[in-house]
C-alpha cells in the first residue's frame, strides 16, 4: 500500500496525459471500483429536467360533488414531465457517449400550477467501447451496488417507470362524515378517493413496464398523501425500475454471513452547546 | 496569515482513528490540522436593481443569457414586454475568489507544515446573516510521505482512510479538491408568468396569450437546464484532463420574488490516473447478523 | 491554565464514594455498548465503572467593542475552567477505582434555571484498567481520558498508539459588527473583508495552538479526531466560542501493521 502512495504521490509532478479525457462523476470510489469489476466506467454526471404548468382550476373542486373526482390534468402533466425529463436524460447520455445512466436521482416537486421532475444520474460506458450496444441507453435509479448486485443475478435495467394519480376528495362528502364525529367510522368517500389515486397510478407503471417487456420493477419509489397547497387534493406518485432476466436463468448470490462490530456512533457536535 | 506553528511538536488532525489507521497503514503521516477561510461581503442585487436606468446589451450581461421577446405588442403598462434568463457572473466570481483563496491558505499553511498533501478536507460555508457577510471555511489534515519529493503544490483531497487508500489502489492520484458555482436569474417572460399561474393572465386579457395552459414552461426549462450544463463545463474546464470523483452537484432555487434565482454548485475530488486502472477482487456477498 | 473561582468543591460526594466502593467490589457499569464491550476486552482492557464530573459555573458577560474584532479573555477563561473542573473531578473518580484510562468520554453544557448566565458543564465516561498489569497512566500518573468510541479505541491500540487524554483549547471572540458607512461603500461589491477573515482565522488559530500545546505537555506524538466547534451559547450571534477537541495519542514500540480490510458488499438496507 505505502509503495503505490509513494507512485501516486510522486507521479503528481507530471501532466495528466494527453489522450485522457476529463469525466465527471458523481460516483463515490467504491461505486466506480464496483462498476469496473463489472466492465463499466463513468463518462458523464448528466441530467434532465422538465417543469409543467398545470391549468388553473384544475384543483379546485366545485362545492357539492358526491363522489371522488379524479384530475386527469394534474395526472397528465405529472405524467409528460417524466416523459420529456427522462427523455434530455437519455439524450445527454447519448451525447456523453454512455450507454446508460445509473443511481439516477429523481426529484418531483409539485408547486401550484407547475410540477417539476429533475432527473441527475451518472452516464456509464463499457471499458472495451466494441461492447458497447448502439440500442436506447438504459436509465435507472438503482444505486451501483444494486445495479452490480442484479447484474451478478442475471438481470438487467431498462428503464424508469412512472405513474401518477391525483384525486379530489369532495368537500362537502368530507364536511358531512365529519359532522358525525363521536362515531367512529371509515371515511368512505376518502378511502375511495386515496384508493383510486393509487390504482391508477399503479396502473401506469405496470402498463409502461409491461410494454417495454420488462419481467418485473424493483425498488418503487412512492410519494403520496394530500398536496401542500390543496389539501383536499390526494397525489400518489410512484417510480421505480424495470429489469428483465438477461442471462439463461436467475443466478443464485449466495451471501455470507457476518456479525458487524460497528455501532455507528458519531461524536455529536451539537452535544456541546 | 500564519500557521499554528506553536512550540509543539505534536501534530494535530481531524483524521477519525479508522481514518488514522488507514492513513498510517499507507504510509501518509499526519502533520497537523490546517485551515484556511474567506469572508466576502455578500450583497443580494439582482440584474433588474442592478440595471437600473441601463438597457440590455450593456455589457454587465456577460456569459449565457436568452432573451423572449413578447409577441403581443404593447398592451399595458402591467404587461411585461420581455423576459431573460442571465448568467449572474458576479455571484459567481464573489464564490470562485472566496473558495479560491481559503484554498489558497489552506495549502499556504500545508506547505509552510512542509506536506505533500491535505486529505479529509472539510468545507463550510457560513452565512453571517447579521453581518451581511459570508464565509468559506475549509479545514483538514497535511500529510508527508517518506521518501519522495514534495509536489511544487500539495495535493487537496475530501477523502482520507480506506477510501483513499482503495482510490490509490485504484490507479488514481489525488491532485485537488474542485468547486463550481453557477447561477442564472430568471426574469419571466409575459407568457412564462402566465403558464406559471396556471393560465391566469394579469393585467389586461387577450385571449389564450398564444400559449398553452398545459404543456412544459420553456423558459424555465432552458434556465434550470442551462445552471447545471453550465456548471458541468466550468468544472470540466479545468480538470485538463483528469477525472472528478465524488462529485455533488446540488442545486437550489431561490425565489426572489423578481423571478426564480437558480444556484448550482458542483464539489468532487480531482485525480489524476498515474497507472492502468487495477481491477480488485469482487467483493463478497454478506448479510449481517444484526438487527437494525 | 485560566484561573479557578474560591474554593472549589475537591471532595468527591458522598454517595459517589459509596457507588465506587461498591464497583471496587468486582460489579462494573459502563455505558459501552455490548459491541464496544467486547472490542476494549479483545484489546485488553477491562471496563470498572462509569464515571462522571461535573461543575456549575457562573459565565458572565465581558464588555465588548462594538467595531472592533478581539478575543474575550474573561470568558475564554471561564468556559475552559469550567469544563476543565469536570473533567478532573471525572478523572477523580476514575483514580478512585484504579483505572488507566476513561474511554467514550462526552462532554455537555446544560442550561438550569438556577439563574442567567448559569451552566452545567458534564464530562462522563467508562473507566477502564488494563488487564496485564501494567500502568497506561500518563504522564501526570493520571488516568487517560478520551473521547474514542470502543472500536475507535480497539483500532487505535491495533496500530500501536496509546491515548493520553482528551486535550482542548478554547477562545471566545468577539466578530466585530461593521458599520453603517462601511456596508454602504461596499454595496453593490462582493469582496472579500480581510478584517473579517482574518479575525475568525485567529480565533480558531489560537484555539487550535491552546489544544497543541496540552498535548505537548502530555508527551504526545499526535491529537486524532480533532473537532473544531463553534458555539454563540447566550451571547448573541456576534460572540462565538471555537472550542477544539481532541484526543492526544502517543506511538508506542512494535505497534503491529493493520490488517488490509476485506471488501465486503452488505445485502442489508
Redesign the interface.
Known amino acids: 500500500?505505502a509503495s503505490e502512495m509513494r507512485a501516486a504521490v510522486a507521479a503528481l509532478g507530471a501532466a495528466p496525459s494527453r489522450h485522457d479525457k476529463s469525466v465527471t462523476s458523481d460516483l463515490s470510489i467504491d461505486e466506480t471500483l464496483?462498476l469496473h469489476g463489472m466492465g463499466y466506467e463513468p463518462v458523464d454526471l448528466v441530467t434532465g429536467i422538465s417543469i409543467v404548468a398545470i391549468p388553473y382550476g384544475t384543483f379546485i373542486v366545485p362545492y357539492g360533488q358526491g363522489g371522488p373526482i379524479e384530475l386527469p390534468n394534474a395526472t397528465e402533466a405529472v405524467a409528460s414531465a417524466f416523459q420529456s425529463g427522462s427523455e434530455r436524460l437519455r439524450k445527454e447520455c447519448a451525447t456523453a457517449g454512455g450507454v446508460g445512466v445509473v443511481g439516477v436521482e429523481v426529484e418531483v416537486d409539485i408547486d401550484g400550477p407547475t410540477a417539476s421532475v429533475t432527473f441527475t444520474g451518472t452516464a456509464v460506458t463499457p471499458i472495451r467501447h466494441e461492447l458497447a450496444s448502439p440500442g436506447r441507453p438504459f436509465v435507472t435509479d438503482l444505486s451501483v451496488?444494486d445495479f452490480?448486485?442484479l447484474e451478478r443475478a442475471g438481470w438487467a435495467p431498462i428503464d424508469l417507470v412512472a405513474g401518477a394519480g391525483f384525486v379530489a376528495a369532495p368537500v362537502q362528502g368530507v364536511r358531512k362524515t365529519l359532522a358525525q364525529i363521536g362515531q367512529n367510522i371509515e371515511l368512505p368517500v376518502i378511502t375511495r378517493s386515496l384508493q383510486i389515486a393509487r390504482e391508477q397510478a399503479m396502473d401506469q407503471m405496470q402498463t409502461a413496464a409491461l410494454a417495454m417487456n420488462a419481467a418485473g420493477v424493483v425498488d418503487v419509489t412512492i410519494i403520496d398523501g394530500p398536496l401542500g397547497h390543496s389539501r383536499h387534493v390526494c397525489a400518489f406518485i410512484c417510480y421505480g425500475t424495470a429489469i428483465r432476466l438477461v442471462a439463461e436463468q436467475h443466478q443464485r448470490?449466495e451471501?455470507d454471513l457476518?456479525l458487524a462490530?460497528?455501532?455507528h456512533?458519531e461524536?455529536q457536535?451539537s452535544?456541546?452547546? | 496569515?500564519?500557521a499554528?506553528e506553536?512550540?509543539?511538536?505534536?501534530?494535530?488532525?481531524?483524521?477519525?482513528?479508522?481514518d488514522?489507521?488507514?492513513c498510517?497503514?499507507s504510509g501518509l503521516q499526519?502533520l497537523g490540522?490546517v485551515?484556511g477561510?474567506?469572508?466576502?461581503?455578500?450583497?443580494f442585487?439582482s440584474m433588474r436593481s442592478?440595471m437600473v436606468g441601463v438597457g440590455f446589451g450593456s455589457n454587465q450581461l456577460r456569459g449565457y443569457s436568452e432573451q423572449y421577446n413578447c409577441p403581443h405588442g404593447f398592451v399595458s403598462s402591467e404587461h411585461r414586454g420581455y423576459g431573460l434568463n442571465y448568467q449572474m457572473t458576479?455571484?459567481e466570481?464573489?464564490w470562485t475568489?472566496?473558495f479560491g483563496?481559503a484554498k489558497r491558505?489552506l495549502l499556504e499553511e500545508a506547505t509552510s507544515l512542509g506536506a505533500h498533501g491535505v486529505i479529509d478536507v472539510v468545507d463550510r460555508s457560513i452565512h453571517?446573516?447579521?453581518?451581511?457577510?459570508f464565509?468559506i471555511?475549509l479545514?483538514g489534515t497535511a500529510v508527508g510521505i517518506a521518501d519522495v519529493a514534495r509536489p511544487d503544490r500539495p495535493f487537496a483531497t475530501f477523502l482520507a482512510g480506506?477510501k483513499l487508500n482503495k482510490l490509490v489502489e485504484a490507479g488514481f492520484a489525488p491532485v485537488d479538491i474542485a468547486l463550481g458555482i453557477t447561477a442564472v436569474g430568471v426574469i419571466g417572460s409575459c407568457i412564462t408568468e402566465y403558464q406559471m399561474r396556471g393560465g391566469l393572465s394579469i393585467g389586461a386579457n387577450i385571449g389564450n396569450w398564444g400559449a398553452p395552459q398545459k404543456g412544459e414552461i420553456e423558459q424555465l426549462v432552458r434556465a434550470q437546464s442551462a445552471a447545471r450544463q453550465l456548471v458541468r463545463e466550468r468544472v470540466r474546464s479545468e480538470l485538463g484532463g483528469d477525472t472528478l470523483h465524488g462529485a455533488s452537484l446540488r442545486v437550489r432555487t431561490i425565489d426572489t420574488g423578481e423571478g426564480p434565482q437558480i444556484e448550482a454548485q458542483i464539489r468532487g475530488n480531482r485525480v489524476r490516473s498515474f497507472k492502468a486502472f487495477a481491477k480488485?477482487?469482487p467483493?463478497?456477498?454478506?448479510?449481517?447478523l444484526a438487527d437494525? | 491554565m485560566p484561573d479557578t473561582p474560591d474554593g472549589p468543591p475537591t471532595d468527591l460526594p458522598k454517595d459517589a464514594t459509596h457507588r465506587l466502593e461498591e464497583l471496587e467490589h468486582g460489579l462494573f457499569t459502563s455505558d459501552l455498548?455490548v459491541?464496544?464491550f467486547?472490542?476494549v476486552k479483545d484489546a485488553g482492557f477491562h471496563p470498572l465503572g462509569f464515571v462522571m464530573g461535573s461543575s456549575i459555573y457562573h459565565i458572565g458577560l465581558q464588555a465588548r467593542k462594538w467595531s472592533s474584532s478581539q478575543e474575550l479573555v474573561n470568558l475564554t477563561s471561564a468556559m475552559y475552567a469550567a469544563r476543565e473542573l469536570a473533567v478532573t473531578r471525572m478523572e477523580e473518580e476514575a483514580t478512585e477505582l484504579g483505572a488507566d484510562g476513561v474511554v467514550g468520554v462526552?462532554?455537555?453544557?446544560n442550561?438550569y434555571e438556577f439563574g442567567a448566565d448559569t451552566a452545567e458543564f458534564i464530562a462522563m465516561g467508562t473507566a477502564i484498567k488494563a488487564e496485564d498489569g501494567r500502568s497506561y497512566r500518563n504522564v501526570e500518573g493520571k488516568p487517560f481520558t478520551s473521547?474514542?468510541?470502543?472500536?475507535?479505541?480497539w483500532?487505535?491500540r491495533?496500530?500501536g498508539h496509546i491515548p493520553l487524554g482528551l486535550v482542548m483549547g478554547t477562545c471566545v471572540y468577539h466578530?466585530a459588527?461593521?458599520g453603517i458607512g462601511q456596508?454602504m461603500s461596499?454595496?453593490?461589491?462582493?469582496?472579500?473583508?480581510p478584517n473579517?477573515?482574518?479575525a475568525?482565522?485567529d480565533a480558531?488559530?489560537l484555539a487550535?495552538?491552546r489544544?497543541?500545546?496540552e498535548?505537548?505537555r502530555l508527551g504526545?506524538?499526535?491529537?486524532?479526531?480533532?473537532?473544531?466547534?463553534e458555539?454563540s451559547?447566550m451571547w448573541g450571534?456576534?460572540t462565538i466560542e471555537f472550542?477544539a477537541?481532541?484526543t492526544?495519542v502517543s506511538k508506542e514500540e512494535g505497534s503491529a501493521?493493520?490488517l488490509?480490510?476485506?471488501?465486503?458488499?452488505?445485502?442489508?438496507n
Open positions: 500500500m464496483l451496488r452490480v448486485l448470490i451471501p457476518v462490530m460497528d455501532d456512533i461524536f457536535a452535544a456541546i452547546r | 496569515m500564519t499554528s506553536s512550540t509543539s511538536s505534536a501534530w494535530s488532525s481531524g483524521l477519525s482513528t479508522n488514522f489507521a488507514a498510517l497503514d499526519p490540522f485551515q477561510c474567506s469572508v466576502v461581503s455578500w450583497n442585487y442592478s458576479w455571484i466570481e464573489a475568489e472566496a483563496a491558505r453571517h446573516v447579521e453581518n451581511s457577510t464565509e471555511a479545514s480506506q480488485l477482487a467483493p463478497r456477498p454478506v448479510i449481517q437494525r | 455498548s459491541n464496544e467486547l472490542l462526552r462532554l455537555d453544557v442550561y473521547d474514542l468510541s470502543g472500536q475507535a479505541f483500532t487505535l491495533r496500530v466578530i459588527h461593521r456596508t461596499q454595496v453593490g461589491k462582493n469582496t472579500e473583508l473579517y477573515t482574518q475568525l482565522y480558531r488559530e487550535m495552538t489544544m497543541q500545546d498535548a505537548t504526545a506524538s499526535g491529537i486524532v479526531e480533532v473537532k473544531l466547534i458555539k451559547h450571534s456576534h472550542l477537541l481532541g492526544a501493521p493493520l488490509s480490510p476485506q471488501t465486503i458488499i452488505s445485502l442489508d
